[in-house]
Each structure stands twice: as structure tokens, then as C-alpha cells.
């Protein structure tokens, strides 16, 4: 029988302090926001207009990581009963850089968890019909067949969003990508591709998010950080080709799928989301430098094909142009990115690499092939 549990916290943390930063507690919610449920007003940057939708019963699958961190916290905010559906193995909440003990001790009051693993579609099908949901966020799927029984559970299910990725596109030379182009059944995404699919097929209303890269605080994927590694050890970048290749990221996806709730406009749609501009592959070395106050790195450009670094990866992004337009959401959604791309990689370093933490210890061991060599080739 499944388990749904409020989670209630101890708060015995030691005082954190921020590192000095012109933005404000915790940005990558701008948790310190207003809600908004009127007629749009004159806001200050940051605040967050939702269409009014009642309180809603709400499962986020996974939650416990980076964007569904979050989204829970904006959802609970609002005022939503939300629910984690997750294995268990992290812990289900955890007080953020720069957020206060009451705001912390109000959401963690305040979310619920119901245990168990996604692959298992019995338990699943069981627990999630006895609990019943308004709507689902849907932020760890990968695969169509993790979705169907989430479906089968839940035949009165007001709307599922879902966390797709830009990577679903065809590679082509005409960029951006936008919704309508094509897609590539064979990309390593496919499964979040037969899923959008499946969504269409099964007649609910759903709306599919496809973010391009993402990064902010406790971005678990290594992308700024990164770079943040590199700055901090004062060594060089290296940076594949002619380091010219065009790509995008984006800070806020959390506020974007807010946009989505209850938003009639979203039935069935897909968007891109990611950030404002694009940048360089050379060019984002130096924003993340700019944005650590860090002198502007050197950058070694070098050519992959020349090197076998086995099975690390020597760069965090693909080396290609990538990157996709985000009017659909500004222009149907209302929705527009907080963050320039400087100012989202200084709260990222501020409230995450910057205080000590970090997901992946520094490797530089691919940088002293690739720079030994060039060297050799100076010499």
C-alpha cells in the first residue's frame, strides 16, 4: 500500500552566509517574489504572473534535484498541495543557500512524498489512482513507458507538463530550432520524443517543455561548473575548433513551467526554453569568468579528432550549433527569461561553486593531453 507522508524537518543548520552579489536570496526561484493572480501590473524584475487556477493537487515526479527543487517551492508558494514521487534515496528536502529558516520551515511543513519507484507501473498504477492528482510534472521521464501508467492511474488528470528536451531536433543548418521543425527519432533523446507522442496520442491535455541547456544553482549536469573549475585553478580553456560554434542556456525553467499551469493557452503545445541570447563556445569561457570575477581566461582551441580521450568527455557541450528560439513562450505563454546570461552565471556561482559546493570533483586530466600536445607543437 503506498505511503504519502508530510515531511516535517529538524532545522539544526549552521548560518550560511551569501558571498557579496547584487541579486537577491536564492534567484534561481526569486523565491522572495510576489505572486501575482490579477491583472498584470508594473512588476519588479523577478515577479511572477500566473493565471489564477485554484488550488490544485499536484505530483512532480522527482522534485528532490536542481529544477524540480525549485518548482515545488513556487508551487507550495502559490499554494498547491504538492507531492514528491520519488525513491526515497535523497533526502526530500534540504534548506537552500540564502533561504531564510522560516521560508524553509513553512515548505518543508508543507510537502508531501510518496515513496516508490517509477519502473515499478503496479505500484505506481496503485498508489497513484488510491491518492488521485489534479496535475502532473513530470520532471525525471525518460522513457514512453514510464508515462502510460501514470495515465492509466489517473483517467480525470486536468493537465500533464512534461520535460522534454531541445535535443529531440534534427541537427539542420538553418537555426534556431523551432517547435515545428523536424525531429530526430534517432537521437539519444527519442525516448522523451516517443513520450511527447504518446501524450498526443492519449488524448489528455498536455503541454511538453523542451529546454535547451540549463544551468543555475545546483545544476547537476556540469556546465558552468565546468568552467568554474578551470577559472578557480587558473588554467587555460580548452575549447574545441575554432570555438565560434553558437549555443544557448537557460536559468529559468522552474518559472517557465509555472507559466504552464492552468494555462489554456498551453493545451497541447510544445516550447522551447532557454535564455535570451546566444553565445560562443569562446564566449561563454569569458561570462563565466566575468561573472566569478575571475581575469578573462586563455583559450586553447584544439581538434577533437586529433586526441583520444577514451571515454571522458573533454568538453560539456556538443560541438555544434545549438540552439533554439524562445518566442513561442514569450509571445503565447507571457513568459520571459529573468536572467541575462552573465548575471544567471553570477547567481549560479554566488549561491552554488562559489560557497564550496560543487557536483563533480575537478578532472582536468583530458585539458593536460590536449595542452601537453600544444606545447609540443609551441616548442
Known sequence: MARLALVQQQHNHPSLSI???????????????????????????????????????????????????????????????????????????????????????????KILHLKG??????FVKSSLSAKGFDVVYDINGREADEVAPI?????????????????????????????????DPKSRHKGKLETESLLASRGVNWT???PVYIYGPLNYNPVEEWFF???????????PNSGVQITQLGHDLATAFVKVLGNEKASKQV???SG?????????????????????????????KEFDFGKKKAFPFRDQHFFASIEKAKSVLGWEP???????????????????TYRKEADFSTDDIILGKSLVLQS
Open 19 to 109: 558571498l557579496p552579489s547584487s541579486l537577491s536570496d536564492f534567484n534561481g526561484t526569486r523565491l522572495h517574489s510576489q505572486l501575482q493572480f490579477k491583472k498584470k501590473v508594473s512588476q519588479p524584475k523577478g515577479a511572477l504572473q500566473v493565471s489564477a487556477s485554484g488550488e490544485k493537487k499536484i505530483l512532480i515526479m522527482g522534485g528532490t534535484r536542481f529544477i524540480g527543487v525549485f518548482l515545488s517551492r513556487l508551487l507550495v508558494k502559490e499554494g498547491h498541495q504538492v507531492t514528491l514521487f520519488t525513491r526515497g534515496k535523497a533526502p526530500i528536502t534540504q534548506q537552500l543557500p540564502g533561504e531564510s529558516d522560516k521560508d524553509y520551515s513553512d515548505f518543508s511543513s
Open 117 to 122: 519507484d517509477r519502473k515499478d507501473f503496479d
Open 151 to 183: 495515465l492509466d492511474a489517473l483517467p480525470n488528470l486536468e493537465q500533464y507538463i512534461y520535460c522534454s528536451s531541445a535535443g529531440v531536433y534534427l541537427k539542420s543548418d538553418l537555426l534556431p530550432h523551432f517547435e515545428t521543425d523536424a525531429v
Open 208 to 210: 511538453s517543455v523542451r
Open 229 to 239: 573549475h578551470r577559472l578557480k585553478a587558473g588554467r587555460p580553456i580548452p575549447t
Open 271 to 273: 516550447f522551447n526554453i
Open 276 to 304: 535570451e541570447k546566444y553565445v560562443t563556445f569562446d564566449g561563454l569561457a569569458k561570462a563565466c569568468a566575468k561573472a566569478a570575477g575571475f581575469p578573462e581566461p586563455e583559450i586553447i582551441h584544439y581538434n577533437p
Open 338 to 356: 529573468e536572467f541575462d546570461l552573465v548575471e544567471g552565471l553570477a547567481d549560479s556561482y554566488n549561491l552554488d561553486f562559489g560557497r564550496g
